[in-house]
């Protein structure tokens, strides 16, 4: 089977994780048998410098054809408009070397709508995966939900990321939806040995430094849960708005030297930092997924979760527990909890969960039975 799959891009050493998701999906499909390709659509701001134009590459072993215009924020309709011709441009090209494809497989919403529109559309089947962390239980901007109706509508077959996400299309769609989730990177997260560092206990959290990841939160149940504890650390992995307030409440905790803003993380310093962990902890108001979990399980970490929706789709009392963040004392008293079931779970047990659910081979398997139902109904 031929696969496109539309990205918003692949990632750099300026930008490690962008379009990361993409290219994890394109390599597992290629490594079940299948000839894959990315269609890379890549409209970032100037700021975001790489080379412009159309251009290919390999990346990962991937073939990657490439259309990159500096647009950065313009009114949404330019926006969309930009995407589907780049897309066509693209689809183009890829044909032209590599021959038509009998699937292809967008993610996101704009980039899915950009597929949906092209001028192509009849030549292959579409498969739409969404991950976009704005459609949430209580409500989808506007903008977004007029694309994801016209591009839903268009598509052979929807994916989401989780049961949660799933569930939202469904209510406000009224379509059928698949689940295919995330893939864990085993390759990075699975093999490292672990650091020892008797006496102390560390945890760590990944995720962007803004509201909805409750970094601040997260920083005010550590100083009251373990004031007296000085053996217990925390080092927080990522970039944002918010780095200035966490700084602050950090010192205003007395807390400087035992918590660690270390900033943005390639996938690789973040493995590392995991093997040094005792435990991951993330309070997202909202995750469709949470791919950072199952990397932190990957490692062998026991994890501490919000409800936030991705992550009731697979964490359990044998891999972790949910945090109550109704306050920070309810926090504190979770984090405390957490810290003293470390010796319930087992690293290698934590491990084979998550890699036997979300391993590249599973989600492989998974992804081609949606391709070939959807090109059987398509002949049909």
């Not at 989808?140 to 268009?154: C, F, G, H, Q, W």
Request: net charge negative; with cysteine; aromatic share 8%.
């Amino acid at each position: 089977m031929f696969i496109v799959i539309v990205a918003r891009g692949v990632p750099s050493e300026r930008t490690p994780l962008w379009g990361i998701f993409e290219l994890d999906q394109a390599r597992a499909l290629r490594a079940a048998g299948h000839r894959v390709v990315i269609a890379a659509l890549d409209v970032r701001s100037i700021r975001r410098r790489r080379p412009f134009g159309l251009r290919h590459e390999v990346v990962g072993g991937i073939d990657v054809h490439t259309a990159s215009i500096p647009l950065g924020r313009v009114p949404t309709a330019i926006d969309q408009a930009v995407l589907d011709r780049a897309f066509d441009a693209v689809y183009g090209r890829i044909v032209a070397r590599h021959g038509a494809p009998d699937i292809v497989h967008a993610h996101f919403t704009k980039y899915a709508l950009a597929a949906s529109r092209s001028q192509h559309r009849d030549d292959f089947t579409l498969v739409v995966t969404e991950h976009n962390s704005k459609f949430t239980p209580t409500s989808i901007p506007l903008d977004l939900r007029v694309k994801a109706s016209e591009a839903y509508r268009r598509a052979d077959e929807v994916i989401a990321v989780s049961p949660a996400l799933a569930e939202i299309i469904t209510n406000n769609f009224d379509l059928p939806v698949k689940v295919v989730p995330n893939i864990v990177d085993v390759a990075t997260f699975a093999r490292l040995p672990r650091v020892s560092h008797t006496g102390r206990i560390r945890l760590v959290s990944v995720g962007n430094l803004i509201e909805r990841k409750r970094m601040v939160l997260l920083v005010d149940g550590f100083a009251q849960a373990f004031a007296d504890r000085p053996e217990i650390s925390l080092a927080i992995m990522g970039e944002g708005d918010q780095r200035d307030e966490i700084t602050r409440h950090v010192e205003e905790s007395g807390l400087t030297g035992r918590v660690e803003l270390l900033g943005q993380c390639t996938r690789a310093e973040i493995s590392h930092e995991f093997a040094t962990a005792d435990g991951f902890v993330l309070l997202s108001q909202w995750e469709t997924f949470g791919v950072v979990f199952i990397e932190a399980m990957a490692s062998g970490l026991p994890v501490l979760s919000s409800l936030c929706g991705g992550p009731e789709g697979f964490i359990h009392e044998g891999v972790g527990m949910f945090a109550d963040t109704s306050g920070v004392a309810e926090l504190a008293g979770s984090l405390a909890e957490f810290v003293g079931h470390f010796r319930d779970w087992d690293a290698d047990s934590i491990r084979a969960d998550v890699t036997a659910r979300f391993g590249p081979d599973t989600i492989a398997a998974e992804l081609t039975r949606v391709y070939t139902e959807a090109m059987s109904r398509q002949r049909h």
